[in-house]
Nanobody
Framework: AQLVESGGELVQPGGSLRLSCAAS????????VSWYRQTPGKERELVAL????????MYADSVKGRFTISRDDAKITVYLQMNNLNPEDTAMYYC????????WGQGTQVTVSS
């Protein structure tokens, strides 16, 4: 079972990024998937969550209205569309799938800076 994140990069404030989380080795459609982020010295923070049905979503207050989580079970991928980024969004972003197992990716770095 594996999750691989991609899409993180350096972006200017106000810019947008789309992160991808590609799954393999497990029945992806039966898992709830979340995006977390973490900066050095701080605890990992839940950013967004999407249910198995793809209709149930939840967002941290700090990203509501700016981030959108979605899933494509045919492509076994979850996305995090991030708009209007600000420097406080700078972090390592991790994908997590919860079902029969608790699976984590290796993370992708997002840096928001001018």
């Amino acid at each position: 079972a594996q999750l691989v994140e991609s899409g993180g990069e350096l972006v200017q404030p106000g810019g947008s990024l789309r992160l991808s989380c590609a799954a393999s080795g497990f029945t992806f459609s039966q898992y709830r998937v979340s995006w977390y982020r973490q900066t050095p010295g701080k605890e990992r923070e839940l950013v967004a969550l999407i249910g198995r049905d793809g209709d149930s979503t939840m967002y941290a207050d700090s990203v509501k209205g700016r981030f959108t989580i979605s899933r494509d079970d045919a492509k076994i991928t979850v996305y995090l569309q991030m708009n209007n980024l600000n420097p406080e969004d700078t972090a390592m972003y991790y994908c997590n799938a919860i079902g029969w197992r608790d699976i984590w990716g290796q993370g992708t770095q997002v840096t928001v800076s001018s």
